[in-house]
């Protein structure tokens, strides 16, 4: 699968609360939570993100809270994958199982600017950067994880095998 | 082999494992709070299954958002109540059983020393702190435990931290712990596990250790782990639902990293916004005045923490203008405190007593900032917003300090206010 968008720009530690801020956790419906995606980021990130368009940020983006109600958040705002320098882990696991595709690669992030046009082969992990012709390397996604993705995620995959 | 890899092989049918394999584990405990079910729930009743893996095993604590804060909130906790009324759940708790998650589980002997545990919460990490392997996961993770008994977990490395030395006056594991995360950053330990061990360590009450492990996430561990010992024992013991068992790292076993600090080196910290790890000694604090004070929250909700509160704010009066806050964790501990008169102590001093909830720690109800306003809290979290508006500041520190603090109305040592 290729991704192709417009990238926002954010910077490290990028924790759970800018993502979806807990004063709207009272509900779990996506619809609602897309709202206020990147709310205390970027006031105006709801308004303005459009479908395929891109988030890449420094290191240890997702950190703080397990809510999953994060990555659901950015996946229904209609942005089509993550780049980062490095993800907190409970963000990272809760990506792949509400899948939200995520990759890891620090060259990407310290290149890639606000605007920049970018294409992403999700199954190779290459990066290419449309604005300056520049192109990424992303980490491997784990065989695990890749068996996750294939099986349509966790409960999909324990369905399939009956058990983890 | 560190704690950390003795439990995963034990849960995974004691078999060899290696830092960086990917193994299945049995779960003892599978935990998740009144946000975080929901979506467990959802997730669950898609998949088809009939029954949860084991229904004493299965936990849900209405916690965040109680007492229902609005309308959204009471419905999402009568989702989870229909749910746990439906599948035989053991352990439900709501109203005047409920607690924070974190002060509640210990107390009652849910959670024990050698456990895999895994939560819907971040701050499951917290138990560590009685020697178990406890870590926060998502609520899909979380259905996926309650749906088998088992999860996948990434065996992670160990980087041991030994806290050398006595601590100094009004320093305590609140303080050990910002002062860890400030020296090795919010992504710190990203993935790995924390041990930390040491004299001064060795002296601290399961309070204090558990104030320690609770805050692991905060560096980015999977979990922070303290070896369970004679006071864990005579802590654990009188309260265990069943049976446990006490792992302890091998001489050879291998670690990532140690780092050792010495205490007499450690004054009262405190963090400043926007992360946990920007933090500073009481010294170097400056002038901050203050608009509210929160002492309580998994973090330091617990007996101890308002003993040393009540210590210090005995006889003196809230500073004017400013809001103070007391939480006590779990209804114990309200009834521990009341016992004990803090509660009369803190209301004569003009604190305000809230319920057992999470309330403000992450701007959910019972304590919001307004734009510009500034809050010292005992809680976890200083982040943007994190406690009310996005233009409101949130400091961390200890109870003392917290409690010194709200007498004079700005940031300051306990050594001030008892002279």
């Known amino acids: 699968m290729i991704f192709t968008g417009t990238v926002y720009r954010f910077g490290d530690d990028v924790d759970t609360d800018a993502i979806i801020p807990a004063r709207y956790l009272n509900t779990s419906d996506p619809q609602e939570l897309k709202k206020h995606c990147m709310e205390d980021a970027d006031p105006d990130f709801p308004s303005k993100v459009r479908p395929g368009d891109i988030i890449v940020a420094g290191k240890n983006f997702g950190c703080g809270s397990s809510r999953e109600h994060a990555p659901i958040a950015i996946k229904f705002s209609g942005v089509s994958c993550v780049i980062a320098s490095s993800f907190a882990r409970i963000f990272f696991r809760n990506s792949f199982n509400m899948g939200l595709p995520i990759f890891e690669c620090e060259e990407a992030s310290n290149d890639i600017d606000e605007g920049h046009k970018i294409e992403v082969d999700a199954d190779s992990g290459v990066i290419n950067n449309l604005t300056t012709g520049r192109q990424y390397k992303a980490k491997p996604i784990p065989p695990f994880m890749q068996e996750l993705i294939a099986d349509g995620g966790l409960i999909e995959h324990i369905r399939k095998r009956g058990s983890i | ?419």
């Not at chain 2, 900032?369 to 809290?377: S, T, V």
């Open chain 2, 1 to 419: 082999m560190t704690i950390a890899e003795k439990i995963l092989a034990a849960h995974a049918g004691n078999i060899e494992i290696t830092p960086g394999d990917i193994i299945k584990v049995d779960v003892d405990i599978a935990l998740a709070n009144d946000i975080t079910a929901p979506i467990s729930i959802k997730a669950f009743e898609a998949s088809g299954f009939e029954k949860v893996y084991d229904k004493d095993r299965v936990v849900f604590v209405m916690d965040h958002f109680t007492p229902n804060k609005d309308i959204a909130s009471a419905n999402q906790c009568k989702r989870i109540r229909e749910f746990a009324k439906e599948y035989g759940i053991g352990h439900f708790y709501e109203g005047g059983d409920a607690g924070v998650e974190h002060a509640l589980l210990p107390e009652k002997g849910i959670v024990l020393p050698g456990d895999f545990i895994m939560g819907a919460d971040s701050h499951t990490c917290t138990y560590g702190a009685l020697g178990a392997f406890a870590t926060g996961v998502g609520s899909t993770d979380l259905a996926g435990v309650i749906m088998t008994g088992q999860a996948w977990v990434k065996v992670p490395s160990t980087m041991k931290f030994i806290f050398n030395g006595k601590l100094g006056p009004w320093v305590g594991g609140k303080d050990l712990i910002l002062y860890l995360i400030g020296d090795i950053g919010v992504d710190g330990a990203l993935y790995n596990v924390l041990e930390i061990e040491g004299e001064a360590v060795e002296g601290l009450d399961l309070s204090n250790r558990l104030t320690i492990s609770n805050m692991a996430i905060e560096a980015g561990a999977k979990a922070g782990i303290i070896a369970a010992d004679e006071k864990t024992e005579a802590y654990v013991k009188p309260r265990a639902q069943r049976n446990y068992n006490v792992y302890k790292s091998d001489d050879d076993a291998e670690y990532l990293s140690i780092k050792e600090y010495d205490c007499s080196n450690i004054e009262p910290q405190v963090a400043f916004p926007h992360l946990p790890s920007n933090t500073k000694g009481i010294s170097e604090v400056g002038e901050v005045m203050l608009d509210q004070v929160v002492i309580g929250s998994c973090t330091n909700g617990r007996i101890e923490d308002f003993r040393i509160a009540a210590r210090i704010m005995n006889g003196k009066k809230v500073a004017k203008g400013v809001r103070c806050l007391i939480l006590p964790a779990t209804p114990q501990v309200f009834m521990d405190a009341e016992n004990e008169g803090l509660i009369k102590i803190f209301l004569e001093s003009g604190a305000i007593i809230g319920p057992p909830t999470c309330g403000p720690c992450l701007g959910g109800h019972m304590g919001i900032l307004a734009n510009g306003e500034k809050g010292l809290a005992t809680t976890n979290r200083n982040f943007v917003g994190r406690m009310g508006d996005p233009g409101s500041e949130v400091y961390l520190s200890g109870p003392a300090v917290a409690a010194a603090s709200a007498i004079t109305g700005k940031i300051s040592s306990p050594g001030e206010v008892m002279i």
